[in-house]
C-alpha cells in the first residue's frame, strides 16, 4: 500500500468513526437486530409448540364418539369437550379440531378430522391427534392377531432401515452445521457483502461531489489510483465489518436459542459435530473477502457515477436486488446439490461455497480455487471500470 493510499484510508476510516450513524448502522444494530429477532422467533415457536401439545381442545360427535373419547384419553394434554355443532365451534375459535367419529359394521369407527388449515395451532394438533389414533389402531391390529396367535411381523414381508452414504461408506465426514445454518448463514452472508459497504460507498464519493470537496481532494498531491484505492479499501472495510458484527449477532442468537437452529433430527442435516480443514478455512475466507471488495468495486462505480448519496442509493438498490438471486437461489439446497458450473458464477459461487463448507463438503478445492480465479477477474475487470471513471473529468466532476 502506498503513501498516499495510506493516507487516503486512514482519513476515511476516522471520518466514518466519527459518523454516530455509520457505528450504529453498521456495527450495534446487527449485534442487537440478529439476537432479538432469533429470540423472538423462538419464542413464538416454542409458545406455538407448548400451546398444541398443552392446549389442544378437541370436540368430538357422532354415533362412534364414546370409543374416541377412550382413544383421546390416552393423552393427558388433550381437552375434550361436548359441543351441539362441533364444527360452528372450531369456526368461532371455541375448539382446536373437530372430530366425527361414525360407528360403521364389524365395530370398525370411521374418524373424520376437521380443523381450520389457516391457523397454525389447528394444523399442527390434527397430525397429532390422527397419529394419536393411528397408534392405537395399530395396538388394536396386533392385540387382535395376537390372540390368533399370529405375530405381525410375519405379516410384514418387508422392513426397511435408514442409512447415510457416510455410514454406508465410512468416509471422513465433515459434519454439519444444521439445516437451518446451512439454509440462512450463505444467503445472509451474501446480502451482507453486498450490502455492508453500500452506505459509505455513497458518502465518499457521491457524497464528496454533493460537499464539493472531490475537486480539492483531486488537487493534492495523492494520484487518482491512491485515492481509488483508498477509499475502495475503507469501503470493503466496513463492509467486513457490518459482516463480523452480523455473525457475532447470529452467533449470540444460536446460544440463545439453539433449539431454533436445529429443527430436525441428524439424519435430516442437525448439528453433527462441523470440522473444517484449515486451508479450506482460509480459501473460504479469502473467496468471501474477495467478494467483498467485488461489492465495493461495484458500489464505487455506482457512487462515482451518480452525482448524489441519494442517487447512488437508489442505484445501489438495484445492486442489493441482483445479490438476493444468488442468494436465495441456494438457500434451499442441499451441499450436495451445488453444482461445479456455479463456480463460474460470481456470487452464487461464494454462496454455493459456503453452502458446502457449513454441509460437511470440505474435500472440493477445485471449486473453491475456481471460484477465487473467477472472483479475481472480475474484481480485475471493475477496478478497470473504476480507474477509468476516474480519468473521466465529466464524470468525476459532474454535479
Known amino acids: 500500500m502506498g503513501k498516499y493510499t495510506k493516507v487516503i484510508f486512514f482519513k476515511e476510516m476516522l471520518d466514518s468513526f466519527r459518523d454516530r450513524r455509520t457505528i450504529l448502522t453498521s456495527l450495534l444494530l446487527p449485534l442487537l437486530l440478529y439476537p432479538m429477532m432469533f429470540t423472538l422467533m423462538n419464542f413464538g415457536l416454542s409458545g406455538m409448540i407448548e400451546g398444541v401439545e398443552e392446549r389442544t381442545t378437541v370436540a368430538v360427535t357422532g354415533s362412534g364418539a364414546g370409543a374416541v373419547r377412550g382413544i383421546l384419553a390416552l393423552n393427558p394434554n388433550l381437552t375434550i369437550t361436548d359441543s351441539d355443532d362441533p364444527v360452528e365451534a372450531l369456526k368461532n375459535g371455541e375448539v382446536t379440531l373437530a372430530l366425527r367419529a361414525e360407528q360403521v ?42 390372540e390368533l396367535g399370529i405375530s405381525l411381523t410375519e405379516l410384514n414381508p418387508v422392513t426397511q432401515t435408514h442409512k447415510t452414504l457416510v455410514e454406508e461408506t465410512g468416509e471422513g465426514d465433515g459434519g454439519s452445521a444444521g439445516m437451518m445454518v446451512s439454509m440462512m448463514v450463505p444467503m445472509l452472508i451474501v446480502i451482507l457483502l453486498a450490502t455492508g459497504g453500500m452506505a459509505i460507498a455513497g458518502d465518499l464519493f457521491a457524497g464528496e461531489k454533493e460537499r464539493k470537496t472531490m475537486e480539492p481532494l483531486l488537487c493534492t498531491r495523492a494520484g487518482r489510483s491512491s485515492i481509488l484505492t483508498g477509499k475502495l479499501l475503507a469501503v470493503t472495510v466496513f463492509a467486513l465489518l457490518n459482516v463480523v458484527a452480523s455473525t457475532v449477532g447470529m452467533g449470540v442468537s444460536f446460544l440463545m436459542a439453539p433449539d431454533l437452529f436445529n429443527i430436525s433430527d441428524a439424519a435430516d442435516g442437525a448439528a453433527q459435530a462441523l470440522s473444517i480443514p484449515i486451508p479450506v478455512l482460509l480459501l473460504t475466507v479469502g473467496l468471501a473477502l474477495l467478494m467483498a471488495l467485488v461489492f465495493s468495486g461495484i458500489h464505487v462505480l455506482v457512487s462515482t457515477y451518480a452525482r448524489t448519496s441519494k442517487e447512488s442509493a437508489t442505484y445501489g438498490t438495484f445492486i442489493m436486488l441482483a445479490s438476493y438471486l444468488p442468494a436465495f437461489g441456494t438457500m434451499f439446497m442441499g451441499a450436495g446439490d451445488i453444482q461445479d458450473w456455479m463456480m463460474f458464477v460470481p456470487v452464487l459461487n461464494v454462496a454455493g461455497a459456503l453452502k458446502m463448507v457449513l454441509g460437511g463438503i470440505t474435500n472440493n478445492y477445485l471449486f473453491l480455487l475456481g471460484s477465487i480465479g473467477v472472483s479475481a477477474v472480475f474484481l480485475a475487470a471493475i477496478m478497470a471500470a473504476a480507474r477509468w471513471m476516474f480519468t473521466k473529468e465529466t464524470i468525476m466532476l459532474r454535479s
Not at 380443523?115 to 397408534?135: C, E, F, H, P, R
Request: aromatic share 8%; no cysteine.
Open 105 to 146: 359394521p364389524d365395530g370398525k369407527l370411521n374418524v373424520e378430522i376437521i380443523y381450520d388449515d389457516k391457523k397454525n395451532d389447528s394444523t399442527m394438533a390434527v397430525n397429532m391427534v390422527g397419529s394419536l389414533i393411528s397408534q392405537y389402531g395399530q395396538f388394536a391390529v396386533e392385540q387382535s392377531l395376537a
